[in-house]
Structure formats: structure tokens, C-alpha cells
Nanobody, 119 residues
């Protein structure tokens, strides 16, 4: 079992920056593909960014060139650096681990952290 705990959310003004962290328990973090999702009030949960176990990344068009995800396998931690934040980035941000390692299928979610972009 893997537990994911997000932190770093808060209130920020438009144009500001925040860095989210996701701390993972267990010993397989380095082998897991990781994602960031977000869910705004009344909307579906959307994929924001992905990072493979090898460090390759992909981003939703809405955040490309503004957000960057990275991982520190020594610290079992995933990061999401968010810059030039906009009001439409306001949402609960979730850390997710999902995929397959050999015969083992994994699918874990964090509890979410609120990001509010407002002046």
C-alpha cells in the first residue's frame, strides 16, 4: 500500500507562483509513473501533468510553459512548480500514482490540496 500526501497549496495572486509537493510512502516510488490532476468546483477532475519513472513529462495544453513537474526519488517526493498562475487554475490539486509494474497494478490518490488564485 502506498500513501500520497500533498502539501503546498494556498492562496496566491494572479501571476504568482506556488510549488506543490506530494510525499509518497513505501519503496516503489521510483518505479511508479506519477500524475497531477485538478478539480475545480462543479467540474470534472482533469489531468494536468504526468511524469514517468524515467522522468519524461507531459502537460495539458492549458498549463504548458507555466507548470513543471519533477520528482526526487531519494526523497520519495513529487513536485509541481506552478508559475504565472491564473484565476482558472483555482482547483483542488491531486497527486496520483497509476500504472503497472510487472504483474502489479497500482492506483493511488492523495487527499488533495486547495489552490486558490485570486486578488
Amino acid at each position: 500500500q502506498v500513501q500520497l500526501v500533498e502539501s503546498g497549496g494556498g492562496l496566491v495572486q494572479p501571476g504568482g507562483s506556488l510549488r506543490l509537493s506530494c510525499a509518497a510512502s513505501g519503496s516503489i516510488f521510483s518505479r511508479m509513473a506519477m500524475d497531477w490532476f485538478r478539480q475545480a468546483p462543479g467540474k470534472e477532475r482533469d489531468l494536468v501533468a504526468t511524469i514517468t519513472s524515467g522522468g519524461s513529462t507531459n502537460y495539458a495544453d492549458s498549463v504548458k510553459d507555466r507548470f513543471a513537474t519533477s520528482r526526487d526519488n531519494a526523497k520519495n517526493t513529487l513536485y509541481l512548480q506552478m508559475t504565472n498562475l491564473k484565476a482558472e487554475d483555482t482547483a483542488v490539486y491531486y497527486c496520483h500514482a497509476g500504472g503497472v509494474i510487472g504483474p502489479y497494478k497500482y492506483d493511488y490518490w492523495g487527499q488533495g490540496t486547495q489552490v486558490t488564485v485570486s486578488s
